[in-house]
């Protein structure tokens, strides 16, 4: 089955303590991105990669990383969380960017 | 960068009328606009997209209208259904094609 899977689900941390959010397609999609959906907000793009080895910014980067070792595999680190990334995050990825985005279930993380 | 304005924020309908959301875009080198729905606790899903190139699109009982020159684009669906309750999001590239912003979402609900 096609899909695009994102771990955690649900994460509750503190202030400072590093995180990865694990994003993997089984599409074999070139292309693959962040977004951070947050109320009357819409989602908002962190970063996205054409291809392995390949990234850049989006509208929101500051307090993030990514890295594309693998195609299939994009993961969003955040190595010292802050209140204001409590969010819905999700992964996405695409054939031919920016067409059809297969978006991943979402990690929903809070930050205290 | 591109920003997507859209209205209204929340929408409800009787079952059976029409719905029209709309959307605003600032950068006029912006070439694909996407819609995605999302189901309460769901992921976003594509539901109809159209192209710089092409004024309108329909698929069943949705459609999408381009209007280039002034910079909008929306959203209509005929007979509403209760199954038609979700957030919609509005969304437009940018001109290489590698990054989506997104309007605000509109919440609809279909009363029966």
């Known amino acids: 089955e096609a899909q695009v899977t994102q771990n955690p689900r649900y994460l509750i941390t503190v202030t400072g303590k590093k995180l990865t959010v694990t994003c993997s397609q089984n599409?074999?999609?070139?292309?693959m991105s962040w977004y951070r959906q947050d109320p009357g907000l819409g989602l908002r793009q962190i970063y996205y990669?054409?291809?392995?080895?390949?990234?850049d910014k989006g509208d929101v980067p500051e307090g993030y990383k990514v890295s594309r070792k693998e195609k299939r595999n994009f993961p969003l680190i955040l190595e010292s969380p802050s209140p204001n990334q409590t969010s819905l995050y999700f992964c996405a990825s695409s054939l031919n960017p920016p067409l059809e985005q297969y978006f991943g279930p979402g990690t929903r993380l809070t930050v205290t | 960068g591109e920003n997507v304005e859209q209205h209204p924020s929340t929408l409800s309908v009787q079952e059976g009328d029409s719905a029209v959301i709309k959307c605003t875009y600032s950068?006029?080198?912006?070439?694909?606009f996407p819609w995605y729905k999302q189901e309460l606790g769901k992921r976003p899903q594509l539901i109809i997209d159209i192209r710089s190139n092409v004024g309108e699109k329909k698929d069943q009982r949705i459609a999408v209208t381009l209007n280039k020159t002034a910079k909008h684009f929306s959203l209509h669906i005929t007979e509403t259904q209760p199954e038609d309750s979700a957030v919609y999001f509005c969304?437009?590239?940018?001109?290489?094609?590698?990054?989506?912003?997104f309007g605000g979402g509109t919440r609809l609900m279909v009363k029966p």
């Open positions: 969304a437009a590239s940018n001109n290489a094609g590698n990054m989506l912003t």
């Open positions: 990669s054409m291809n392995v080895e390949v990234t």
């Open positions: 599409m074999n999609h070139e292309y």
């Open positions: 950068d006029s080198a912006s070439n694909y």
